[in-house]
């Protein structure tokens, strides 16, 4: 007769003692200083080294995730990812050559306070061409997505059923002329795209479902080795810089 492996799974209580893996996507970022993304690929031992893929990024955001991060030249400092300023968070500090330790527990409020330098930067889950890879966005480039965002309310549409293009803006601050990430409606797509979309959607959510209920049960706070990577090369990039895009 059929076997059910997920009620079986169920039954003998499985979930209890085996956590949920942790995904990983590969990565892009905008170079602020040169006006092209990079893309980290994910290896067999962790993120690869970036490389250059151009001026525009197109796809369908299908979530949107918080993380509060810093970099200087003797460490990094990265949080888990979030969704509410309300939720619980937990920053770690990386030196090079060493292990990371825990150096923060609390909430938004009280990170940004206790660390003056630390950002935040928004990670968009994002379909390309069927693939799901993470868009990071910060500096300059958050004040263009939130525009983004509200104009997309304001059209009533949801973030997830348009193309959005991600594009270098050239921009002037403080420190001199950057680019920073722009973003742009490229049109609604289609009812059959759409219910492509909602699949990669409600799987991306039912993961972090299990990740949460996980960490809830257990009482269990984050592993360093679960952050989200904060690579070292960013040092190298004007988008780094606080004042500069990103």
Known sequence: MPVNKDQLAEMMGEKNIVRPAQQQYPIIRLNGSKGVFVRLDVGKDGYEK????????????????????????????????????????????????????????????????????????????????????????????????????????????????????????????????YYATAFTNAGEVSEEHLGEVAVKLQAFHENLKELRAAYQKKAAEPSVDDLPILDLDESQDAEYNPLLGG
């Open 50 to 177: 970036p490389r250059e893929i151009g001026q525009i990024v197109e796809g369908e955001i299908i979530a949107v995730r918080r993380q509060l991060s810093e970099y200087n030249k003797n460490y990094t400092r990265s949080s888990n990812e979030f969704d509410e300023l309300t939720d619980e968070i937990v920053i770690w500090e990386r030196s090079k050559g060493t292990k990371g330790q825990q150096i923060f527990k609390g909430n938004y409020q009280d990170a940004r306070k206790q660390f003056q330098q630390i950002r935040s930067r928004y990670h968009l889950y994002t379909l390309i061409k069927g693939e799901l890879v993470k868009v990071i966005v910060k500096g300059g480039g958050l004040g263009n997505l939130f525009e983004y965002f509200h104009d997309l309310k304001d059209a009533n549409l949801h973030i997830f059923e348009v193309k959005t293009r991600i594009e270098p803006s050239q921009e002037t601050g403080e420190l001199g002329s």
